[in-house]
């Protein structure tokens, strides 16, 4: 067949521009194919479930199917206003407020400092693998090289979800902040559609206007996007400073100290988990690491300064917001406008707007950019239509990418609610990083026909008891009440955390050490990032878990009757080739001796 007769050009040139077909492999040929392709998912599941990705293949193989290649223009200076622009938007703005009103009063600052330190565990875990595969597919590719094309694939899905509804999330946020700066009630420049659901009924025209500018600019220019984002990062910082300076002078310490967490714990956690949303967004500049020109030295300055930076901005913007109201007249939706407004100082609700509006704006961009990488190695892969991973020969961009999500995003935009959004999107990420953490440490302790049987027996002893006691204790903390159960649960499931990982750390030798970056402290911090990010999965409501459900379960739908197929032929096709390769060579080295 073509596909496979024609090598890797067959196989990755055809599709959505050129054959008419979104997916041109042997599998979808006709519709005996395709039945012939079904009764064979068992086989090919095991077969894709247990393949592993290698680093080489994802940098050069797996990145030549794009045809022109992305433009190596970024350094760290580009990286650390990426990933500021990327993550100081909506959730400072809009969730601080509702989090400390409902559900951690002034200990929000807490809760913020508890996302941030999981946040910055998961910025190591990145980082390490951005250096060592610095390709555009970001978690995608690296869980596809340590766990599988299978695992890689379900984390895909949570990936592009949280994408999708992170920008429509900023987008509706957008809105709300345009319509203060004009003195406006959001709700007057949305359109209420009765008939609809009340969550979807607000239809917000702005929002989609607003994704598509940014997808516009987006698909122009990487560098130009850089530039663009840097110097509205650059503005947004200038609003916190004033933000900052201008509350204190309106400052009440017993707004902060009279009841500084009156919903105890619990609260502190819960709105951790929540707050997680406003740290989404750094995994974005894992996924420029093709276009870095020295990803060695610029990944992890930009990865971790930035991640440093926006935690220290979050915990005193929640200070500074605390100390101006107490929590409980704390509004829920425009907090910082609201607080200056009942401090007598009116006029600075439109700074504080104007500053909202050029942070979501700026994450818009970078979530467009890194979205669309995303999506480009996913298609690579053939896991999705394989016309969604070109590159645009001049601009150097994947536009077909960017548009698709682009329009993902706007859909989503128009019809959803903030709320509906939020705990959705924190479970997608929360499960990605952990998925991350476990990579990092397969990564480190295992290496295909090195690694002993026993060895790889007990590292996957150690995983299994490191994930069971992060969600035993997860779990305690979901069905138990403040003051009851007491801490013999923790005790026991803290205990056998500790136990696994330190049987890690010394009755398991290392298979692999990182060649320029590496994490500190292996096996501890990715086993901290595990604990962390599963206990705080455990602070979330039932009814997001329910839509994590759904959107899970849709995703194996596609998977058993797409995806797996796709992605099977495709590697079946590039492995013929290879073989056809090395015959093709064998066959010339006589010749070549004579």
Not at 121 to 131: K, N, P, Q, R
Not at 133 to 141: L, R, W
Not at 314 to 321: E, K, P, S
Request: aromatic share 10%; net charge neutral; glycine share 8%.
């Amino acid at each position: 067949m073509a596909a496979s007769a024609g090598g890797g050009d067959g196989v990755r040139r055809r599709g959505c521009g050129g054959g008419g077909s979104l997916f041109p492999e042997e599998s979808f040929r006709s519709w005996s194919a395709y039945g012939r392709a079904l009764l064979e998912t068992g086989p090919r599941l095991r077969d894709r479930a247990t393949a592993r990705s290698l680093d080489s293949a994802e940098v050069n193989e797996v990145r030549g199917r794009s045809g022109a290649d992305m433009k190596r223009t970024l350094t760290w200076w580009d990286l650390i206003w990426f990933g500021i622009g990327a993550v100081i938007g909506a959730g400072i703005f809009v969730l601080t407020g509702q989090e400390a009103k409902e559900a951690a009063g002034p200990a929000v600052v807490v809760s913020y400092a508890v996302s941030g330190v999981s946040a910055m565990l998961s910025v190591f875990c990145y980082t390490e693998f951005a250096v060592e595969i610095p390709v555009a597919g970001g978690s995608f590719a690296y869980l596809r090289v340590e766990l599988g094309d299978f695992m890689a694939f379900i984390a895909a899905g949570n990936i592009l979800l949280e994408y999708c509804i992170g920008g429509a999330a900023v987008a509706r946020s957008w809105t709300s902040y345009f319509a203060t700066l004009l003195d406006h009630h959001p709700n007057d420049f949305r359109v209420h559609a009765p008939s609809l659901s009340e969550d979807y009924s607000r239809l917000d025209p702005i929002a989609v206007a607003v994704v598509v500018l940014i997808c516009i600019f987006a698909v122009l220019s990487t560098k130009g996007s850089s530039r663009f984002n840097y110097v509205l990062s650059i503005v947004h910082l200038a609003v916190i400073v004033f933000i900052v300076v201008a509350g204190l002078t309106r400052a009440k310490a017993a707004n902060l100290t009279a009841d500084f967490a009156p919903f105890g714990a619990r609260g502190i956690f819960a709105a951790s988990a929540v707050l997680f949303f406003a740290y989404i967004g750094f995994d974005a500049v894992s996924t420029m690491a093709e276009e870095t020109r020295n990803p060695a030295r610029d990944i992890p300055i930009g990865l971790v300064g930035a991640m440093t930076l926006t935690t220290a901005v979050y915990c005193v913007l929640a200070v500074v917001l605390c100390l101006m109201q107490p929590y409980s007249e704390i509004d829920p939706d425009a907090p910082f406008s609201v607080a200056f407004t009942a401090a007598g100082m009116d006029w600075a609700k439109y700074i504080v707007a104007f500053g909202a509006l050029k942070g979501m704006t700026t994450v818009l961009l970078v979530s467009a950019v890194g979205q669309a990488r995303y999506l480009t190695h996913i298609a690579r892969t053939h896991m999705v239509p394989p016309c969604l991973a070109q590159v645009h020969p001049r601009l150097g961009t994947p536009v077909n990418a960017t548009v698709v999500m682009a329009l993902a995003t706007a859909v989503i935009a128009l019809f959803t609610d903030l709320g509906i959004l939020s705990n959705l999107l924190s479970i997608s990420t929360l499960f990605i990083f952990m998925l991350v953490a476990v990579a990092l440490l397969v990564r480190r302790y295992y290496v295909a026909g090195e690694t002993s049987a026993a060895d790889r027996n007990k590292l996957a002893a150690c995983l299994a008891v490191i994930m069971a006691s992060s969600v035993a204790t997860a779990a305690c903390w979901g069905v138990t009440s403040a003051g009851r159960g007491g801490w013999a649960p923790y005790a026991v499931t803290g205990a056998a955390w500790l136990a696994a990982t330190l049987f890690l750390q010394c009755g398991v030798p290392k298979a692999r050490a990182p060649k320029t970056w590496g994490v500190p402290l292996v096996p501890w911090l990715p086993a901290a990032s595990i604990f962390i990010n599963i206990f705080l999965l455990g602070s979330i409501d039932a009814a997001s878990f329910v839509r994590f459900g759904v959107w899970t379960a849709a995703l194996l739908a596609y998977y058993f009757l797409f995806g797996l197929h796709a992605s099977y032929d495709t590697a079946k096709a590039l492995a013929a080739e290879a073989d056809a390769a090395r015959v093709e060579e064998g066959a010339r080295k006589p010749g070549a001796g004579n």
